[in-house]
């Protein structure tokens, strides 16, 4: 994190379940304006759970967030915000930006109408002047020929396109946090490359902080400056991209990067193994360290009692890890 900014939104201890299952069991980490922040993990690892915790999202019913705190600059704590002020708050301070753009566009309304929709619903703007925002906002994001693109409906678009209508309405009103949750997964690699450059940039034009969630080291290596490693509901490595991707020292990102090409570490196997055995059961997690069953350094310390998260003993202060080899 910068030491400079302020953060634009710190999460510090967040626990969310949904019945037994703790999906985020005591997460932290701050994000700095111009700043992005990937969350890396496996499936199950509680990523979009964290996500969804932040923006208010978790379906009441399903899941409740118990516990934490959410500070976005500008509006202070927005744990247990009621429903009408979350919604604002979403609609203006955060754009959202997920994998399947066809869920969040209205199939039977033109994108340029439907991007003007959104705004009109947070503020009172004429029709007009609303579809000329519009139109702007496609331009800003990449979209060729806009005025007319504007008049398409989404099954007219590519899936490129479509990313790039979302991303116009997530930015409608620059918000000072971008969520995106594995907004590019979908896409091939070109366009993926395309829109990774686009979300990169508005860091930059808008100056917003942003947290992205993937499950893919590649895309935190073209765009993170921070990284939180999740495992099971926890963080289990937090570090600036560099000094992770130099030198992983939590045995699951070192797995992580195993099984991903280009981002082995010097001297590692040129074969790319997954990680064997899967995420535990977060209704019955083991005693200890939560990866312990599929480590391969694992210890009898390990089955003991979880590791704190922690700067490793007699590295460097700015990481944590949540690993014995590295406590003290
Ligand atoms: N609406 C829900 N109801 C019940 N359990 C849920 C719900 N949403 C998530 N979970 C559970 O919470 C845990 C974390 O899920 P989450 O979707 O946050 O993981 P993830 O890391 O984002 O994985 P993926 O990449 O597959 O989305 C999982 O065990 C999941 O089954």
Redesign the pocket.
Known sequence: MSEAAPPVLAVEGLRTR??A?R??DGVSFAVARGETLCIV????????????SIMGL??SG??IVEGGSILLAGHGELRGLPDAAMADIRGRAMGMIFQEPMTALNPVFRVGAQIAEVMRRHEDVARSAARDRAVELLRLVGVPSPQSRAQDFPHQLSGGMRQRVMIAMAIAYDPALILA??PTTALDVTIQAQILALIDGLKERLGSGIVF?T?DLRVVAQIAQQVCV?YA?VVVERAATRALLREPLHPYTKGLMASVPGTRPRGALRRLPAIAGT?PN?ARLPVGCRFRNRCPSAFARCAEAEPPLAPPVGGDPDRLVRCWLHAA
């Open positions: 949904f019945g299952v999906a985020v993990g496996e499936s199950g690892s509680g990523k979009s759970a964290t996500a969804l978790i379906p399903a899941g949750d594995e969630i499950h999740m509901g995420v977060l």
